[in-house]
Nanobody
């Protein structure tokens, strides 16, 4: 089925915004809840936003009100709009399904929030 491919990470100042994108096969998108995960150094990946096939959305408390997840099944794409970024958002961001599958992890995209 192939891996997710993430992009859009960058160095941004506190209070700034970024839009992350991830791509995978349409088959993956048409059959699964899609989630954005992030990983801090030395920690496991944890989901921060997820969207199911009915487009029901959940966010972790740490990003609620600041991040927005969306998906486009026809394009095999998911997005994470991140606003009001904080230094504690610095992490590598990944896409995967819920529950995650080891063979779908991509390289991730680095987000660094630093003045």
């Amino acid at each position: 089925q192939g891996q997710f491919v993430e992009s859009g990470g960058a160095l941004v100042q506190p209070g700034g915004s970024l839009r992350l994108s991830c791509a995978a096969s349409r088959n993956i998108f048409e059959m699964n809840t899609i989630a954005w995960y992030r990983q801090f150094p030395g920690n496991e990946r944890a989901w921060v936003a997820k969207i199911n096939l009915a487009e029901k959305i959940d966010y972790s408390n740490s990003v609620k009100g600041r991040f927005t997840i969306s998906r486009d099944n026809a394009k095999g794409m998911a997005y994470l709009q991140m606003n009001d970024l904080k230094p504690e958002d610095t992490a590598v961001y990944f896409c995967n399904v819920i529950p995650s599958r080891a063979n779908l992890w991509g390289q991730g995209t680095q987000v660094t929030v630093n003045s």
